[in-house]
């Protein structure tokens, strides 16, 4: 399955936090979402998000000044 | 019956304690922090190259870890507009209507807890912590006003005021409650000692831009030469950043960047904003707000911006002007002096 794909770049945190978050409320368990962001604080934020709310970090990419996280959701809210 | 409750987070000392003493009466606890675009949290940490040392961590994510609970964060950008631009209970001593503001955190916990079936809320509030909202006369007026009423438990200082419902239906024991007063951290230093919390947040200003009186002079000039009290999420960006400068009199103003993060930051608004660039020497990214400069006004700010680039003492330096959308075109001008520059333009 395709991971959703959302655009957090220029935003400053927590606000891709923030996004990342609204976008995996409403999917089923097992979805995964992809983020991009250029705030190098998701680096922190977005894995300490996802070990609070017991979500899975797949994985962090960083392409020049972005940052491609990708999450996905195990359990619901 | 484990009884639920949502503590409002801020990434402070006391909210971490309020949370932590609930918790360990085995209640429930899950976090709710509110992003209102005014929260110094994180944002000039992330701009600033200077800081770049500094850890970059969301204190908000960093208490929900220590309590091991879920965080909710919640963007309330848009709604919280109408609190800081009419505030019922008026301003602090800046544009901080902080009454207001806890009043409509307190009020949006509220239906947090009625959608997701909580119980009750938890806040970090103490009587005489803060001059304008943790008053003895104020903290009535949250519970009253936010409609939260007798579910609102302020664990830190619940001894000093009357029982709420978590406290007379036996969900939490009121004798493990605490009494804390006034505006001494010393009780919640040993409390944090108590459970072994290092390392937190212990901001200076709070947690908020607007108690800042250079942000608030900021925010009030913006409000001032718009003709009208209003605001979008950038522009509340913006006024953390770079230098603002307002030539006596003038529409516009300027926002230079102060370093190389400042610049890589402003340049991402090149596409709303004219903006000026230094060609012939090194120099900042400068953003103009306000209406499209006249030739003489584009030569005015380039002399301005040129002070501030490594063309400062040169005759003449080349600057690139751009518009937000059609062609940029070069101008070269001599800098200004500093003292061509009154201390009165500088918004700070």
């Not at chain 1, 300490?48 to 972005?66: F, P, S, T, V």
């Not at chain 2, 009466?25 to 800081?51: L, P, S, W, Y």
């Not at chain 2, 290092?198 to 002079?217: K, M, V």
Request: net charge neutral; hydrophobic share 35%.
């Amino acid at each position: 399955m395709e991971p959703l794909r959302i655009d957090a770049r220029r935003l400053l945190c927590p606000m891709p936090v923030i996004r990342l978050q609204d976008a995996l409320e409403p999917l089923p368990v097992g979805s995964v979402v992809e983020i991009t962001a250029t705030d190098p604080g998701v680096q922190n934020d977005i894995p300490a998000w996802c070990r609070i709310n017991g979500q899975r970090l797949d994985g962090i990419e960083q392409r020049g000044n972005e940052y491609i996280i990708t999450v996905t959701k195990l359990c619901d809210d | 019956m484990t009884r639920k409750a949502v503590a409002l987070i801020s990434g402070g000392l006391d909210s971490l304690l309020a949370a932590k003493v609930v918790q360990d009466q085995g209640v429930h606890v899950e976090g709710i922090n509110f992003f209102t675009g005014f929260c110094v949290e994180g944002h000039t940490h992330a701009i600033r190259k200077k800081d770049k040392d500094k850890p970059k961590r969301n204190n908000a994510l960093w208490v929900a870890e220590q309590l091991g609970i879920k965080l909710h964060i919640v963007d309330i950008v848009e709604e919280y507009k109408d609190v800081v631009i009419n505030p019922k209970h008026g301003y602090g001593a800046n544009l901080n209507p902080c009454l207001d503001c806890k009043i409509f955190m307190v009020q949006q916990a509220h239906q947090w807890i009625r959608d997701k079936g909580f119980d009750f809320i938890i806040t970090g509030e103490v009587i005489g912590q803060r001059p304008m909202s943790q008053r003895k006369e104020t903290l009535p007026v949250v519970a009253r006003e936010s409609g939260a009423d007798d579910l609102l438990l302020r664990p830190l200082c619940a001894k000093n005021l009357p029982p709420t419902l978590p406290e007379r239906e036996g969900w939490v024991d009121r004798d493990r409650l605490h009494d804390f007063s006034g505006r001494s951290r010393k009780p919640q230093m040993a409390l944090a000692r108590q459970y072994g919390f290092e390392d937190y947040a212990q901001p200076a200003g709070g947690c908020c831009f607007l108690t800042d009186e250079n942000y608030s002079i900021k925010l009030q000039d913006l409000w001032t030469h718009r003709g009208e009290k209003r605001y979008e999420l950038d522009d509340i960006m913006l006024l953390k950043v770079g230098r603002h400068l307002r030539p006596d009199g003038q529409p516009w103003k300027l926002i230079i960047a102060r370093e190389e993060g400042e610049t890589r930051f402003l340049s991402g608004y090149k596409g709303q904003f004219q903006s000026l660039r230094t060609l012939s020497h090194g120099g900042p990214l400068a953003l103009i707000d306000g209406p499209t400069l006249n030739d003489e006004q584009i030569r005015e700010a380039a002399a301005i911006v040129a002070r501030y680039g490594q063309g400062k003492t040169a005759p003449e330096v080349e600057l690139e002007y751009s518009p937000p959308a059609g062609e940029a075109r070069r101008v070269r001008v001599p800098p200004k002096a500093p003292h061509d520059i009154p201390q009165s333009w500088y918004l700070v």
